[in-house]
């Protein structure tokens, strides 16, 4: 079965400071991976993902995650945090047989000024 | 493209009324749709699975005479909360997946539904 692992629930960065938020993943195939962001009482918008093509997979708002299947990690980082990066983030694994998502706990992520 | 879109964004419905939630994805045909529930300040949950004219199949635990699924269409999946009481007060997300098109590693997640039972 296919899991996904989040570090930390809660994570705080001053603004400009590098965000890492990390993610581990437990798959017996080559998965496909998420990471998402969610506003309060909002859905989930899609930051990036990977499907098995580069490794380094670049996003929206500056966000970029690196798969690395000899640690099975897919971590999320921004090299500057902005005020507006204050959120909730899930990583996520696909099964592709299903097209089932599963979530991680997320990690909820706060900026200080 | 590959919006999905949830009505209503938030209801409040009175103990013992059921409560219909839609998901519709409006610019492509989504074979399957799924609905998760989140509990505030935590993960999405995923609660069952629906496919365009077929029964929606339903986790483990999730009662499916309480969480009625319907998937009349490629573009409509509802989800209506029977004889809703305070404990079904939750979001509900649901995502779609396309059909047809190579753009098949992903679902589409509507904006969430808030829904609180008084």
């Known amino acids: 079965a296919q899991s996904v692992t989040q570090l930390g629930s809660h994570v705080s960065v001053s603004e400009g400071a590098l965000v890492l938020l990390r993610c581990n993943y437990s798959?017996?195939?080559?998965?496909?991976l998420f990471w998402y962001v969610q506003y309060p009482n909002q859905g989930l918008q899609l930051l990036l993902k990977?499907?098995?093509?580069?490794?380094l997979v670049k996003g929206i708002n500056g966000f970029e995650a690196e798969f690395k299947k000899s640690e099975t990690s897919f971590h999320l980082t921004k090299p500057s945090a902005h005020m507006s990066d204050a959120a909730e983030y899930f990583c996520?694994?696909?099964?592709?047989?299903?097209?089932?998502?599963?979530f991680g706990t997320g990690t909820r992520l706060k900026v200080l000024a | 493209g590959a919006v999905v879109s949830q009505h209503p964004s938030w209801v409040i419905c009175k103990s013992g009324t059921s409560v219909k939630i839609e998901c519709r994805s409006l610019?492509?045909?989504?074979?399957?749709m799924f609905w998760y529930r989140q509990f505030p300040k935590q993960s999405l949950m995923l609660m069952a699975t629906?496919?365009?004219?077929?029964?929606?199949?339903?986790e483990q635990g999730v009662e499916k005479d309480k969480f009625l699924i319907n998937h009349a269409s490629l573009t409509l999946s509802t989800l209506t909360v029977t004889s809703a009481h305070p404990e079904d007060s939750s979001f509900y997300i649901c995502?779609?997946?396309?059909?047809?098109?190579?753009?098949?590693?992903?679902?589409?997640f509507g904006q969430g539904t808030r829904l609180t039972v008084v």
């Open positions: 995502s779609a997946r396309a059909f047809g098109t190579t753009e098949n590693t992903e679902a589409f």
């Open positions: 798959s017996s195939v080559p998965p496909y």
């Open positions: 629906s496919n365009e004219g077929s029964k929606a199949t339903y």
């Open positions: 610019d492509f045909q989504a074979t399957t």
């Open positions: 990977y499907t098995s093509a580069a490794t």
């Open positions: 996520a694994v696909c099964d592709t047989g299903t097209y089932k998502y599963i």
